[in-house]
């Protein structure tokens, strides 16, 4: 019997291979081909039967391997060839990760996709580092906004946000930290609370918290870099000191398959 052809666009979650979906696992021990991006855990690839054919597809050192047309096709390519393509992604796909991009482009040719969610950066870093993204009493709703649209401009909605009273959740932000602090400093106050948390739920995990008018200064003495999730608002200064740094129960334990 011919199995049915599939592309499964999933989330590898935020960096923790530990922190992957069972769905995720199950997907992964049957997929043929496996499209993967450069902020995936090595690890999950372990998963993957040995005929598997891996193929990297991701960004390294700011250089793009593949243009996002290019990877569209080879998608496509591999998905009529074998019966199970897994593409798979850092984070959640639907969260800043162009995966609706790529579902319409394999529905559009007539393939049969699957979405497997996955933890986003945006929800798992502030958690990480013990803070809450809602707390009661402290703040209403937050927002989850890119810092840089793919001209290179600051987001447009970080204005937005700005002006509200939500914590905002910065995503591909750290190019534009310096504009982002001041302006939050203009639209809020000079001591509005921010964390920066870099790699997080990996064992590189770093992370600070300052207020808006030092974060700038307090990133660079501390070296922090990419990639690295955002924090503003009230909710930074509800972070316990008691809560550790996120560590991962993968860097104690084999991972098996």
């Not at 979405?115 to 929800?123: C, E, K, M, R, W």
């Not at 987001?155 to 190019?175: I, R, W």
């Amino acid at each position: 019997m011919v199995k049915e052809r599939k592309v499964i666009i999933m989330g590898a979650g935020p960096g923790d291979p530990d922190l992957i979906s069972v769905k995720g696992v199950k997907a992964l021990k049957q997929a043929d081909v496996i499209l993967y991006d450069a902020l995936v855990a090595p690890e999950l690839l372990e998963y993957a039967a040995p005929q598997c054919k891996r193929v990297f597809v991701g960004k390294r050192k700011g250089k793009k391997e593949f243009s996002q047309d290019e990877i569209n096709q080879l998608i496509v390519f591999y998905a009529i060839r074998h019966a199970c393509v897994v593409r798979l992604k850092g984070g959640d796909p639907f969260v800043f990760g162009r995966g609706h991009e790529e579902l319409a482009y394999v529905t559009r040719r007539g393939l049969r996709a699957e979405i497997i969610p996955g933890i986003s950066s945006a929800l798992a870093a502030p958690a990480s580092v013990g803070i809450p993204l809602t707390k009661r009493g402290v703040n209403e709703s937050f927002w989850v906004v890119t810092g840089t649209l793919s001209s290179g401009e600051i987001g447009h909605d970080l204005f937005l946000a700005a002006q509200s009273s939500a914590t905002v959740v910065v995503l591909m932000g750290m190019s534009q930290l310096p504009e982002i602090a001041a302006l939050i400093s203009k639209e809020r106050s000079p001591d509005e609370p921010m964390a920066i948390v870099q790699n997080a739920t990996t064992i590189n995990q770093k992370s600070i918290t300052a207020c808006a008018s030092t974060i700038v200064a307090e990133a660079a003495l501390q070296e922090i870099g990419t990639p690295a999730v955002i924090v503003i608002g009230k909710v930074v200064t509800e972070r316990l000191p008691q809560v550790s740094q996120f560590v991962s129960v993968h860097a104690a334990k084999p991972l098996t398959r």
